[in-house]
């Protein structure tokens, strides 16, 4: 698809040659476009994404995609770190205090179809830089329409299940569990259950489950955890 050619020179060769099996969403978070280039082009500030949509649905690329772009950070997903050695960062031109605009998502829509073709990459591929650091990322934060993107095969929403052990669940969909329940469940609200409040509830803990019982990281990305491996439906 079309895109700007605006390089940033913060990248890297993937580790390991790990190949992609992510894509990692981003808010900017800043007061305009520019300033989130200039900050993506920085060297001395470090960070990077591949591509950057802003308000009116521009589509920049900053790294090409065989590279490692430095936008994830610290955090891990499904057992993993270095998630920028297996990942595709996008970062989105937004404040994180109001909704995205139609013509971003309308091209995020496009580049993600593309992308998930590209890498043959199922739905559940797709993150919020919250899932994967819970607690010390928020982004893309609660205005952010997940469901939207499920609705067009874009990403997931579950179905609630039977109530199960919250982190458990929130283990086996992937989720790194070691901040404690508190703050997975913060996690898990911005994107599912947004601007929901108060403690953990049956619907928390149902549709955590449905996560577990439905899009659960493959077998093979589960070694790395300290939760048990028995199948879910077992009693």
């Known amino acids: 698809m079309d895109c700007v050619s605006h390089p940033s020179s913060n990248f890297g060769p993937r580790k390991g040659g790990q190949a992609v099996s992510l894509i990692v969403l981003h808010y900017t ?43 994830a950070g610290e955090g891990s997903w499904a057992g993993h770190d270095d998630i920028n050695s297996r990942s595709i960062g996008i970062e989105l031109d937004n404040d994180g205090e109001s909704a995205f605009s139609e013509p971003l998502m309308s091209t995020l829509e496009a580049l993600l179809e593309e992308l998930m073709d590209r890498y043959d990459l199922p739905a559940k591929a797709i993150i919020g830089h919250s899932d994967m650091s819970p607690g010390r990322k928020s982004d893309p934060g609660p205005y952010f329409d997940w469901a939207r993107l499920a609705a067009k095969g874009l990403s997931i929403w579950p179905e609630p299940s039977m109530r199960g052990e919250f982190l458990r669940d929130a283990s086996y969909f992937g989720y790194p569990v070691d901040a404690g329940q508190a703050t997975v469940l913060s996690a898990f609200r911005q994107r599912f259950r947004p601007f929901e409040t108060g403690p953990l509830s049956v619907a928390d803990e149902a549709m955590m489950a449905g996560l577990a019982r439905q899009y659960p990281a493959d077998v093979t990305e589960r070694t790395a955890r300290r939760t048990p491996t028995r199948p879910l439906h077992e009693s």
Request: charged residues 35%.
């Open 29 to 71: 978070a800043m007061e305009s476009v520019d300033a989130a280039l200039e900050r993506l082009c920085d060297p001395e500030a470090e960070v990077s994404a591949h591509y950057l949509i802003d308000k009116e649905g521009t589509l920049y690329r900053l790294v090409e995609e065989e590279y490692r772009a430095w936008h």
